[in-house]
């Protein structure tokens, strides 16, 4: 019999709601975790004390808690309808110590609400702690108890019992920390990613956002501020970067570092390596909130798809730049990195993969392109749409990709000292096959032909990847279109040809998962299948 739901519950005066539900399976494992209960008279010791009892297993967990957690979290990947977790709490009091909820029977009033959530039939406010009932969801209607001499229960008890205070919060919040410092290295990161996240919701942690700088435009000069055209991308440090936006600090703790200092042009594989190492490094610092990336626009959206696909963290991880220099009277990097940290220390922004944000627009690393030489609206998601925007200093999302990425993806750069040979051959009429031959004569692992169209090839150049695919070379069609999709065996027949189809890649980010790609395998089946998941 499928299973719907899993309550969970526990004895709390204060903190706890009445009954909140978690906002996915591994909230809901991290719910699940830090269940607990406060002593009683009946109890011996001290009254009040809190005392945790995860998953109400802690007496019988023959093994590690924390590999039992962890054992929760791989299960959650395994199940295909994953049960809706909750949290009930029967025993909140007022202010006098009596009880807010007259429980018992009434108990089924929540149970009530719990399987209407289960089955979409009523909607939920988004709290600190997860989701809660609107009041009026939950049914009241003859319920005749007495909170204390003259105090009827009412709806007013009930908004009272469905408060979420931080101030109670806080002594929880470090008496999970005391919990799960038992565990040590047993620990799965991501209960140490939602703890953080309930503090930073709870409005508890102070945000600490890490810019870590690569060159470019945003750290461009000119001889004078009307100059535009004419300047020298990647002279400015990231120290002096930081001070020229002293509003940021008023956001986050700031702190940056200079991974590298280059035109993003002269941007390599070797760069790439070394600042997803770094980013892997920081975002593993349970201290760090979020990570901002400051780059050169030409290639920018390769850096954030490379990133994309390599980091392995719920975190913000937010790419920016400028179209103009820091000199100028109309430079866009100060606003753009103000925004990018904004962006950085929203917890809306976590889960959603590397970002980028330019002109207050938010963009997904897959679906962003430039695509303009000098406007500063000149990044665009042409094809899938942006995710959002930067509104009244808050990120405003309203859509979400749901590709793999980041803490979904497979791909692992660790001790990975080079990527794969991957070139890209551009498609046009009378084409030939001479770029493609001497491609494959200097050991080109992979190449992306950029085609024509839905990824149309001229002749002679398919003859050419034809017999590239023979010696061993991986050949992935895309399209220099810049918007749609390159379906398998439409323009080509790629089941016979054994070449791989891009979907909606554009070729330079083909390129970029191809690398990838040729790190696990080189079976054409399965880097299609990626090619579809990515």
């Not at 179209?323 to 976590?350: E, Y």
């Not at 962003?368 to 009244?392: E, H, M, Q, W």
């Not at 992979?446 to 695919?469: C, H, K, M, Q, T």
Request: charged share 25%; glycine share 8%.
């Amino acid at each position: 019999m499928p299973l719907t739901a899993i309550v969970f519950g526990g004895r709390r005066a204060k903190s706890a709601p009445l009954v909140y539900q978690a906002r996915n399976w591994q909230h809901g494992v991290f719910v699940g975790s830090i269940m607990a209960s406060e002593t009683t008279a009946a109890q011996a010791g001290d009254v009040g004390v809190i005392r945790r009892d995860p998953m109400a297993m802690l007496p019988f967990c023959g093994y590690n808690m924390g590999d039992y957690w962890q054992h929760w979290l791989d299960m959650g990947k395994k199940i295909k309808n994953q049960p809706k977790i909750f949290n009930v709490n029967w025993f909140r009091l007022d202010d006098n110590g009596n009880f807010l909820w007259p429980g018992f029977g009434e108990n089924f009033r929540i149970l009530d609400w719990i399987t209407r959530r289960c089955v979409g039939e009523v909607n939920a406010l988004d709290s600190p702690v997860g989701y809660i009932p609107n009041p009026e969801d939950i049914d009241i209607f003859g319920i005749d108890y007495e909170v204390s001499p003259g105090r009827k229960f009412d709806s007013d008890v009930l908004r009272e019992i469905l408060t979420i205070e931080p101030a109670f919060w806080k002594s929880d919040v470090d008496s999970i920390k005391d919990f799960y410092s038992k565990f040590e290295e047993r620990l799965p990161k991501e209960m140490t990613e939602e703890l953080a996240r309930l503090e930073e919701k709870l409005g508890l942690q102070q945000k600490n956002i890490v810019i870590l700088a690569t060159g470019g435009t945003i750290a461009g000069t000119a001889d004078s501020s009307d100059e535009t055209v004419r300047y020298t991308p990647a002279t400015v440090g990231i120290d002096a970067l930081i001070e020229s936006v002293p509003e940021i600090k008023n956001i986050a703790n700031i702190s940056g570092e200079q991974i590298a200092q280059v035109d993003s042009k002269d941007m390599d594989n070797d760069i790439w390596l070394k600042l997803a190492e770094r980013v892997n490094s920081l975002t593993a610092n349970p201290d760090v909130t979020g990570i901002v990336i400051t780059h050169g626009t030409d290639a920018m959206e390769e850096t954030a798809y490379f990133l994309n696909l390599v980091v392995n963290s719920e975190k913000p991880v937010v790419l920016t730049g400028a179209m103009r220099p820091s000199t100028a009277i109309s430079s866009d990097g100060k606003i753009n990195l103000f925004n990018a940290v904004i962006l950085a220390g929203s917890s809306q922004a976590r889960g959603k993969g590397v970002l980028v944000t330019m002109n207050d627009t938010i963009h997904s690393a897959r679906a962003v392109v430039k695509t303009n030489t000098f406007l500063t609206d000149a990044f665009r998601s042409p094809d899938l749409g942006a995710l959002g925007y930067i509104l009244g200093n808050k990120a405003i999302f309203h859509k979400e990709e749901i590709r793999r990425h980041t803490f979904n993806s497979q791909f692992d750069i660790t001790n990975l000292k080079q990527l794969p040979k991957v070139d890209i051959v551009y498609g046009y009429a009378n084409a030939s096959r001479s770029v493609i031959d001497a491609l494959v004569q200097s050991g080109a692992d992979g190449i992306i032909y950029a085609g024509v169209g839905n990824g149309s090839i001229f002749s002679d150049a398919e003859e050419g990847l034809i017999d590239a695919r023979k010696a061993g070379v991986v050949v992935v069609r895309s399209s220099r279109v810049g918007n749609g999709i390159v379906n398998r065996n439409g323009a080509v027949d790629d089941d016979r040809l054994d070449f791989i189809a891009s979907d909606t890649l554009n070729p330079q980010k083909s390129r970029v998962l191809l690398m990838l790609a040729l790190t696990k395998t080189n079976c054409t089946k399965e880097i299609q299948k990626m090619f579809m998941e990515y």
